[in-house]
């Protein structure tokens, strides 16, 4: 059960209803800028002879919620990728990774926030469509469960393939996006990075991060082997100069108790 | 170089040092306020496009990085067991300290909401660099402040806390080892995130290895320029018996680094890149010929490595190789997905050099008032001494 939206740029007349709602449904302050800033969460703009919309495609396995180090990004069940401005530290990991270069800064802000398309959380979990598919005089931003808008999508394709580019945009990419988007243009030409990785990104890090606990574990174990083995070595060079020799479980037994005895004397009872 | 340091140490005598010190510091100051009241915009050059520049850049990446003289040399000393190394352990440590307390005071003025920082305590999410990057600068300045300890406490003689340190010596540096190989590599994995946006002269799978390799090579090149330093500065003689082993040691870990990096060049294509140079590639090349082919081909020479002006002119390279290799994954390499330019603000580079200034001026405290070199120990001993105390067997 996840939503989304589907955006179809052939029904997109570029009159800007979607920002203006989002606005009003977001409080955010106007005017509605002409790319995406930390107070505009979605603009349409004209690129190559048509209308796209630019907003957070709200990702399946989203980048920005895996590098966040502070958890304040957080996919939700629902479908939305919302953030929580409480959490936020300010390390803007999220605007550096963001394969969309979605989130965006309050760079004049001296106590700044991210700011980026929620999905209308508040809206979605309540049952309602997102404000900007509301607000869509022409039914070119589509909003229902991301299965749906796939199947329509894909019908919208056979049944216009003149119309469309055959390429549903977020359907693979890093791993599928909840916003998808229909172009009778192909996508590079509106801005979008292509072709964009079929997998997730966050994969490309934890495969590393998921590595640690070992790394600990073995690197632990031969660090102390190493001082162990260097340590014994000048034990025994010692034990040979006064001519004393013992079997290996005799000087390990005795190399415990000197331990016990050094820490006794020092720490315990120095 | 050489001729510039002699001359720091005579004018310090008639205060121009100091006048400059105080002089950046109240720019500082100003600046702090600025960046406080006015926010990130109006002191930076950051932009939406362009969100990490000089503070991350610089002041974090090759401030973690040049500290990395600690771990290689503690390890070095308390467990390969190399004990004739133990003179220059503890400015050694100094260093990373300093660097790391350095780090730290970059990451107020770049964070957003620094006030904030302690939020990684609280709010965990595993799956983040960014989250092993916090736990690593917190956990390892905490290590770093215990092997110093025991300098402080020997200036003031302070004998049971002391005795606490020396008895957990070599948890603390096998701790010590670990986050530090942990950290050094996680920056690296920083930019593992961004295959779109990092250009393929620097992208690689094998980054966090890149960055642990350099790092430990820089870290020896930092431990031979502050020895240097550390003589012009205090009349010392500089332990060429001790830093010549040091930089064989450099020469090799730099030697697997080129390799690997031009390896990886040949694997990703890179080397396309370098047929027709453009910004990067000349970039690059500057970076791989001046700060690492050109070091280790000079240490390679018995001749070189073992007068003292070529051993310190290797280390130098090497650590400006360092510098260089991480401001070009960060910025050189970041510019063009950005589709912009990014130079560092006046402010910003001012920031960078005035927490430079205080890390030379807390070393040169630290030097004139703690125990730090071996000659100006409080009571010398005839034991060899380790950075936590004698060791026993």
Known sequence: MSVGLLFDTTRCIGCGACSAACKEQNRLPLPIEPTLTASTWTVVRERQGVNVRSLCMHCLEPTCVSVCPVGALIKTAGGPVTYDAAKCIGCRYCIMACPFGVPKYQWDRAIPIVGKCILCRERVDAGMPTACASAC??????????????????????????????????????????????????????????????HPLPMLTWQVLSKIPDLVLMAGVLLYGIHWITARREYVRAVAVRGDSRGPAAAFAGWLRSLWCRLYRRVVRP | MNHTATMGVRLSRIGFWQAAFGL??????????????????????????????????????????????????????????LRRFEPIVRPTVLTAFLGYLLVIAGLLFDLGQPWRIWHALIFWNPRSVMFEVAWCVMLYTTVLALEFAPVVFERFRLERPRRVLRAVTTPLVIVGVILSTLHQSSLGSLYLIVPLKLHPLWYTPL???????????????????????????????????????????????LGVYGLLRIRVLLENGGIAELRHPGYEAWMFVLEMGLGVILPVLLLAFDRVRTSQRGLVAGAFLAVLGFVMNRLNVSVTGMEAAAGVRYVPSWMEILVSLGLVGLGFAAFALAARYLPIFPAMRAAPRARGEGLLGPFED
């Open chain 1, 137 to 198: 005089p022409t039914g070119a931003t589509l909003f229902g469960e991301r299965d749906a808008l796939v199947r329509e999508a894909r019908s919208r394709i056979q049944s216009g393939p003149a119309l469309y580019v055959n390429h549903l945009f977020g359907l693979e990419e890093v791993g599928g996006t909840s916003v998808l988007m229909l172009s009778s243009v192909p996508f590079e030409g509106l801005g979008f990075k292509n072709p964009l990785p079929k």
């Open chain 2, 24 to 81: 950046l510091l109240l720019a500082m100051g100003a600046v702090t306020v600025v960046r406080f009241t006015r926010g990130l915009g109006a002191t930076t050059n950051l932009s939406d496009a362009f969100p990490w520049g000089l503070w991350i850049g610089f002041d974090v990446l090759c401030g973690v990085g040049l500290a990395a003289g600690a771990f290689t040399l503690t390890a070095v000393v308390h467990l390969f067991n």
């Open chain 2, 207 to 253: 980054l966090p290895f890149l960055f642990f390799i350099s790092a430990v090579g820089a870290g020896i090149g930092m431990v031979i320029l502050e020895s240097y330093l550390s003589q012009r500065a205090f009349g010392r003689h500089l332990e060429m018996e001790l830093l010549e082993p040091l930089a064989r040691v450099m020469v090799v870990v």
